[in-house]
């Protein structure tokens, strides 16, 4: 792991030639030390080492593994979003051997949750990759190779099918729970106290897009950003952002009130 100290360090060239160097302010941190080389991204905007790689870093840290630039555009109030490749970001943050390996491990976890849905069998301890992801019912491959006859587990339970499938509630061990919809049923009540006469609301909420189980951290409006599927929604009544501004604001009730808890849990149709 890079420590304080040595990412403190990191220092442009001032040789290199493939690197654009300003004097003007860095545009994500805004500081305008003038003994500080700054280098321009692709989009325009001025950055450090230092400045970059936090950035990129607190963009993994939630989940994101897509770089985008956070600067605003000039004599604006709207953010520059251009997209960083990582060969860029590399580069440009000066990233250590130790930070290297850090983001392209932390990306392609990432990039593998959203695109991929995998388990271990329980048989052969394989990773196995779900077809129909609205089917319990999974069959290995491998163990079946193996074994010379069809071996099938529960993708929820991870226990050896029992029963008549394909089912998507629950096979027949006892015990065959889907945990994250236990949860949302369960979950205590919360508040947001920045929108007006707001009634409390259920404290997770399951993505509506993907599925993925989130929880508001209470402060600013009601909406949130999907880590997994970066799109927006409301956590009061569940509609995607546009639609629940059409008749409502980001800080006044819904028109539809509060969506009651939820009973199934989206499947994530990617296109």
Known sequence: MTTQRQEQDKRYDPADSTLKFVTRQDDITLDDDPDTLRAEMSCGHAVTPQSLTAWCRSLLDQGQYVFRCPALKDGTVQKCEAQWSYQEVRKLAVLTAAEQQHFEETMAALAAAEYCEFKSCPGCHTCVEREDISNLNVHCTVCSAVTAQAFEFCWQCLRVWK???????????????????????????????????????????????????????????????????????????????????????????CSDGVAPRQEAIPSWKRS
């Open 163 to 253: 029963g008549p499938g394909p089912r998507s509630d629950r096979c027949g061990n006892n015990g065959c729970t889907n945990k994250d919809l236990e949860l949302l049923k369960g979950c205590p009540t919360t508040s947001l106290p920045q929108v007006q006469n707001l009634d409390p609301c259920p404290s997770i909420r399951a993505c509506p897009t993907c599925g993925l189980l989130l929880e508001h951290d209470r402060t600013g409006c009601k909406n949130i950003l999907c880590s997994r599927c970066q799109v927006e929604f409301c956590f009061v009544c569940l509609k995607l952002t546009p639609a629940c501004l059409q008749t409502s604001s980001y800080f006044l009730p």
